[in-house]
């Protein structure tokens, strides 16, 4: 729950008249999602519309305010948001925003090989769980210190991806010129520092993008530059408080650690901005390429974890990124929520009224892993989703999710009795011990499958298809 806040307290803001606007049956339904987030406070039209509710709308929008700020990252219709974070440890609550991933380019790359990249960030994509996981933006980083030769770049870039942009450059001549090439977008600013900090904040406020603000390994002087910005008018700021590897790597952590601690332990405010890593700053360091891709992945895999809102990586491995996008993505999934997928009946490749028939559950992980499994067997079947409220079939058989007669209402459901002929079952290993139930409840005859899928073309193979089961009946 945000903040600790009951939902009563936010009800007391509402109006109170049980109008039925936003979808809910009442306003303490309404106040009930609100607290969890589950709604946006617009969706009460009242609220907004009319100008007696407004006081409230407005001390609403401040009660659920996060403790970190949500800074939006734009390009053309895309939105990339970080931060908006409520909690210091995910199961207080849940974590909201993925850390997001950007690769860099570099002005001093030939116009092919800028295009090759950019097109290989664009295009990196791994199919897990129901998903795809992505990289989110394009870093394009000054090296050369040229404001024409940037703008040229960032010319490129956007003609080749629709990613959205972190401009990168401590000289703000050169990040000028590449902000004249986005009219209308805002991409991230990289960086304010000590020294260049009140010709940033100008930029920052005449283009309206967010921008960073960075003092390595000295947090003092970051907060001190934060309050400035603030001061200048700037709202969305981000903090890089710096990202340094080898014997570094206890002090960026730490830091990283020690600036979030502050927000949710010691309300330190001028600290509640998103956090930014910059793990390809290994890539300063000499000697060999491949250890310098195995530093910048554990690093930036620590930071995942250690509260990095956004980070900007140099290595496009897949070894080096597809761990990070699996670990983001298992970080930033809701702990109150089982990962699940719909139950019903679903058909891997063109089952006939022969093919086999098999049952699992609706925990999202198992159900892809099963229906992959069945795929790469390059078998037709039927496969029957119990809902088992998204838990895997171990858990579900010993917490009692998993029974025979769940299993016969979830046949008698899908209907799978008009399309096959035979009346045999195969049930996962796992769920050996409720074979005989299952009989019972079901008048189908069961088959005991193996205790891992990936044994199941082995299985089939053996027991549907050697023994030709579909021609014995039942
Ligand atoms: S729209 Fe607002 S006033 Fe109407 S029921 Fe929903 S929360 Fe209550």
Redesign the pocket.
């Known amino acids: 729950m945000a903040k600790s806040l009951s939902p009563l307290e936010l009800y007391n803001l509402?109006?109170k008249?049980?109008?039925?606007?936003?979808g809910?049956a009442?306003?303490l339904s309404?106040a009930t999602k609100l607290v969890n987030l589950e709604v946006e406070v617009e969706k009460?039209?009242?609220?907004v519309e009319e100008g007696r509710y407004r006081e409230n709308y407005f001390k609403i929008k401040e009660v659920l305010k996060p403790p970190v700020k949500e800074v939006l990252i734009t390009r053309g219709g895309r939105v990339v948001r970080i931060g908006g974070e409520y909690v210091l440890y995910r199961h207080e609550f849940t974590y909201r925003r993925p850390t997001a991933i950007a690769v860099d380019v570099s002005d001093n790359m030939s116009p092919d090989s800028l295009i090759d990249r950019v097109k290989q960030v664009e295009s990196l994509s791994y199919p897990y769980i129901g998903k795809e996981l992505k990289l989110d933006l394009i870093a394009v980083r000054s090296v050369a210190g040229d404001p024409e030769n940037f703008r040229r770049t960032v010319r490129i870039v956007l003609d080749n991806s629709n990613l959205p942009i972190v401009l990168c450059s401590l000289n703000p001549d050169v990040l000028r010129a590449g902000l004249a090439e986005m009219p209308g977008d805002s991409p991230l600013i990289y960086a304010a520092t000590v020294d260049n900090w009140n010709r940033m904040a100008e930029l920052a406020l005449a283009y309206d993008c967010p921008l960073v603000v960075s003092a390595p390994n000295n947090p003092v002087a970051l907060k001190s530059l934060v309050k400035t910005m603030l001061e200048c008018g700037l709202e969305d700021l981000v903090l890089d408080p710096g990202c340094m590897g080898g014997e570094g790597i206890y002090d960026t952590i730490v830091n990283f650690t020690m600036l979030r601690k502050a927000v949710f332990r010691a309300n330190d405010s001028l600290l509640g901005f998103p956090l930014l890593g910059a793990p390809m700053s290994v890539w300063l360091e000499k000697g060999r390429a491949l250890d310098r891709k195995w530093e910048e992945c554990y690093l930036a895999s620590m930071l995942i974890v250690r509260y990095a809102d956004i980070l900007i990586m140099h290595s496009l491995d897949g070894w080096v990124l597809l761990p990070l996008l699996i670990l983001r993505d298992n970080i930033y999934t809701d702990p109150r929520k089982p990962v699940s997928v719909k139950p019903g009946l679903y058909k891997i490749g063109a089952p006939n009224e022969n093919s086999p028939v098999m049952f699992t559950t609706n925990f999202a992980l198992t159900y892809y892993t099963v229906s992959s499994d069945i795929q790469a067997a390059k078998v037709d079947a039927f496969l029957i989703v119990v809902d088992t409220e998204g838990l895997s079939v171990t858990s579900a058989v010993a917490g009692r999710k998993l029974t025979a007669d769940k299993v016969a209402e979830a046949i008698k459901e899908s209907g799978i009795k008009n399309l096959v002929k035979h009346r045999f079952l195969i049930i996962p290993g796992r769920a050996s011990k409720l074979s005989g139930e299952i009989e019972e409840a079901t008048g189908w005859k069961v088959l005991v499958g193996p205790l891992d899928s990936s044994e199941i073309s082995k299985f089939l193979s053996e027991n549907w298809y050697g023994k030709k089961l579909w021609e014995v009946g039942s």
């Open positions: 509402l109006p008249i049980n109008c039925g606007k936003c809910e009442n306003c309404f009460c039209t009242p609220l």
